[in-house]
């Protein structure tokens, strides 16, 4: 059905039917009650911090019965919260605090660890670039500068193999 056919029909509903069809929406599909959950109680201050929690676990898990868990460092983690919040309609400032923390939390653990994969490089240049370009989309990108430029100079500090591949991105939008 296109958007044009859905108006059409919509259109020929009354007020009753609207809001029947709504309810059932809402009742039938978890997306839609959390649309709506949203909608009406927009605690962005609450899902940023379970976030960044979710986020930080990854690289920093819990212990479990003493024992400590190994870190994951799963990129996608951080990916799905940031995909959720641009459906959801979350304030971009938000989203770009949530992509910057990913980065620089993985900063500080590769700080602290030795990392061999050269996944975990090219994710975090992925992660890097994908959040540039949100916030220069989003025209808030100097509102962010000093933690981008922060971010590249941490990686001039590990000595990260693809540091000239973020200076590149940083050259873009410094001339």
């Avoid at 609207?18 to 009406?40: C, G, M, T």
């Amino acid at each position: 059905m296109s958007k044009r056919d859905l108006k059409k029909y919509l259109a020929e509903l009354n007020k009753e039917q609207l809001e029947e069809q709504i309810i059932e929406l809402y009742e039938k599909f978890s997306p839609v009650k959390v649309y709506y959950n949203f909608v009406f109680n927009p605690k962005e201050e609450t899902l940023l911090q379970e976030c960044k929690l979710k986020i930080s676990n990854e690289y920093y898990p819990f212990k479990k019965a003493g024992r400590r868990s190994k870190p994951k460092m799963r990129r996608s983690v951080a990916q799905k919260y940031i995909k959720h919040f641009l459906v959801l309609g979350v304030d971009p400032f938000v989203i770009a605090d949530v992509m910057l923390y990913n980065i620089e939390i993985a900063q500080t653990f590769s700080s602290e660890h030795d990392i061999k994969q050269d996944l975990f490089f090219k994710s975090m240049l992925n992660s890097f670039e994908q959040a540039v370009i949100f916030l220069i989309s989003n025209g808030i990108l100097n509102d962010f500068k000093p933690r981008i430029i922060a971010i590249h100079d941490e990686t001039i500090v590990q000595k990260w193999y693809n540091e000239p591949e973020f200076n590149a991105i940083i050259e873009r939008f410094e001339y």
